[in-house]
Structure formats: C-alpha cells, structure tokens
C-alpha cells in the first residue's frame, strides 16, 4: 500500500513549530547585532571622551604582613633583623625615625608590623607609642626615600552608660559586667576623696558611669573620659560631673558645683589591711613598751607605690633610724604628712609634688615588724588622726564658669538617676 503525505494535526503542528521559530529568530538577531552596535558606540565614544595622558589601569599591591611582639631586652635592631631587613636598612629606619621618635626607647611587650611587597621588598614598619599615637616609617617608592610620621590610632568614639552592683569589691564587679580594670581606677580616681576602696566599699553598694569607649576596626580598645558618674555607698549617693577647673583642666564637680576632690585623700596607698591605728598609748610591738603611735600604720606588699595625699613641697626625705627611710611633706593651710619605714624614696627635698604623684613604696626599713607603711598628718606640730580627719574640698565651679557648668550637669544628670537603665546600654 502507497502512502501519501500525513495530513494529521500532528504533523502539521511539527512543521509549523520550526517555522515560527525562525520567523521570530530572524528579527531577533538583527535587535542583537543592532544592540550591539549601539554598545559598541557608546564604548568607543567614552574611551575617545578620556584624557590623553590617563595613566595606564595598575593591579593592586599586595603586601606581606609580619606582626610580633618586642621581647625583654630585645633591641629594634635586633627585631628589625630578625625580619630579614640589612643592617644598613635596619640603621636607615631608626636615623629616619630620630626625629619622631626614638627606637632605641621601645618598651617589651608592645607590638609591631612590618609589610613587603612581593618581591620581599621593605614598604613600611609600624610601632605603637601610646594607646593614642603609633609610628610608622614607610618607604616612598616615587621618591625613593624613607619617611617617618607619628599618626593617631583612628578611634571610634562611643558615649556608654555602664552600671553595676557591688559583690564583693569594685574590681570583681567591673569584671562580672564585662568591663575593664581601667574603669575601676577612673571611678576611684574620682571619688576616692570620699570613699575608701578598701574599707568603705559594701555589698549592694552600686555605680553608674557615662563613659567614652574607644574602638579600633569595631573591638574595644580603651576607655576615654569618664564624663558623669555616681556612685551609692552605705545608703549615700555621691555625683560627680567632669569641667574645666579655673586652670582649665579636668575635674569633677558635686551638683552643686564644689569640687569633690577634697585637700587630702583618704588613704595614700592600695593597701592590704590597716595593722595598726592612731593611740595616745599603744603597746609597741618590738619594744613592748606602751607609748604613743600617733599614726596609722597600712599593711601592704614591699613595692607598693605610696602616693602623696595632697599638693605640696618635699620638705626632708632621708633615713630617721627607727623611723627607716621617710618623705616629709609640707601642705598648705599648715599641714604636714609623713611616710615612714619605705623600701625606696621616689622624690627629693625640696621639689613640689601634685595629689596623687607617687613619692615612694612600702617598705619595712627601720624598727619594724613586717612591710608596711606609717602614715602621720601634723597641723602646726599637733598630730592628728588621719582616719578621723575631714579635709575641706577644693576650689568650686569658677563663677564665670557656672552657668556652663549647668548646662552639662543637667545633660547627664538624668541618666544618672533613672534606675530602669541597664548597664552598658548607649
């Protein structure tokens, strides 16, 4: 049997798909290559609109990153060394630094970067100077010569409110909310003329700080100014709002203006305990003979740093036999303060020394039963009690300062007294 063409649907739909398909394929290829075209115009238009004398596109360097730390007695040169640099080059860079500073002066423990290029080629050596500034000296390739700059650590700075209830001590809370030893010696900077750290401090006491935290490529690296604080001890509650003194330099000022850093500190050191209090008629350890101890003896580690409690002049320093080696000072307002039995004398007759300037450390020289430090406070000759003393503050707000003043503690003083705010909380 002969058979004609198919003449079923199915066929015919088998034929008539390829044609549309080429019917729609042919003026899609000419939108295409019109398309084309068009980019290709715009393309050659933008290169011919570029400036002449364009520098050719340059692929980026990459460097070598080299980081370590200064080890103990380890020199810069030898670090430099270490780190494949010549010694000529090695000597470059520390004649190129001398101005900026000198790298004969750097401390162990700090840490430093090297970077070269992928030829092994020096580009730029980098020390940290302070938790502020860092050197670097960089090699300028298009004039082929060593530079040197001391630049500041691009901080970020963020205001924090940051809160806490007293434990145990001021140092463990500051760790258990996740902060940093450093806040805690901010915060007994400025209220240490009211409270004793060491012996005032009670559990369920509380703080709380507006604070600068600067950060570094988003991790925390230091804090800055404490710019308001209050701290609540045994029931009473104490502000503190950082101004300008009439000098110009920082302090902290009470609600009302008066300066909450009084004449004297509480304590002149960190102690341990207090061994031994004021008395008229004291047993003497040593001697057994029952006598006068008109001080009051801090029991603390040998080494100890033991700090001035207020501004005034060195007037003798010297070994006084069963008094060991001691700094006498001189104060306004007829005061004198002593410091007996120190392992070591930090200051001279004669200079002047500022509140918290360290004169000494604790000791056990002379007649004496363990390291410790005898405090003693005259006025006119009289000895007096220093645990029993209450020293006028210092200088107010400048009145011309005042209205000023006012406007900043009002800024902060409602954080400091909303309870609902939770620590660390921006």
């Known amino acids: 049997m002969t058979h004609g063409p198919s003449d079923s649907p199915i066929s015919s739909r088998r034929f008539i798909g390829p044609l549309i398909f080429v019917v729609l394929l042919v003026p899609m ?108 000296v960089y090699h300028d390739v298009e004039q082929d010569r060593l530079v040197s700059v001391v630049k500041n ?9 940051i809160a806490g209830v007293i434990e145990s001590s001021l140092f463990q809370t500051i760790e258990n909310i996740g ?24 559990e369920g006491d509380s703080f709380k700080a507006v604070v600068e935290k600067k950060y570094l490529d988003d991790g925390f690296s230091k804090y800055g100014d404490v710019l308001a604080a209050s701290f609540n001890n045994a029931g009473k509650n104490i502000m503190g709002f950082r101004f300008e003194d009439k000098n110009g330099k920082p ?9 909450l850093k009084k004449s004297f500190l509480k304590s002149p050191l960190k102690y341990t305990r207090i061994s031994s209090r004021f008395s ?17 003896d801090y029991a603390a580690p040998v080494g100890t740093p033991v700090r001035a409690v207020g501004s005034g002049m060195v ?20 005061y004198e303060t002593m410091y007996l039995h120190l392992s070591k004398i930090a200051v001279k007759s004669g200079t002047r020394v500022s509140q918290g300037d ?24 009289k000895a007096l009690n220093p645990l029993k003393l209450i020293f006028p503050p210092g200088d107010p707000v400048p009145p011309e300062k005042f209205d000023r003043f006012i406007a900043v503690r009002d800024s902060w003083i409602e954080q400091l007294t909303t309870e609902e705010r939770q620590a660390g909380v921006r």
């Open 251 to 259: 302090a902290y000022y009470d609600p009302d203006g008066k300066a």
């Open 358 to 381: 360290v004169i000494g450390y604790v000791g056990s020289s002379g007649r004496s039963t363990g390291p410790h430090l005898d405090f003693r406070i005259k006025r006119k000759g």
């Open 280 to 296: 008229l008629a004291r047993r003497h350890p040593i001697t057994k003979k029952v006598q006068p101890h008109l001080g009051v």
């Open 179 to 202: 902060e940093k030893d450093q806040l805690a010696w901010h915060l007994e900077d400025i209220f240490n003329s009211d409270i004793d750290f060491l012996t005032d401090i009670r």
């Open 29 to 136: 290829c000419f939108i295409t290559v019109y398309q084309l075209r068009e980019l290709n115009r715009t393309v050659n238009e933008a290169l011919d609109s570029l400036p002449p004398d364009l520098p050719p596109l340059v692929r980026p360097e990459i460097l070598r990153l080299v980081e370590g730390v200064i080890e103990k007695n380890q020199t810069i040169s030898e670090v430099l060394t270490e780190q494949g640099l010549s010694g000529s080059l090695t000597q470059q860079i520390i004649d190129c630094a001398r101005p900026d500073y000198n790298l004969a002066s750097v401390k162990a423990g700090y840490s430093y970067s090297i970077r070269f290029d992928e030829q092994d080629r020096f580009r730029d050596f980098r020390y940290p100077i302070d938790s502020d500034r860092y050197l670097t």
């Open 315 to 334: 007037a003798a320093t010297g070994n006084d036999g069963a008094n060991g080696r001691f700094v006498r000072l001189r104060h306004p307002r007829d």
């Open 153 to 161: 650590f691009p901080f970020e700075t963020r205001v924090e409110e």
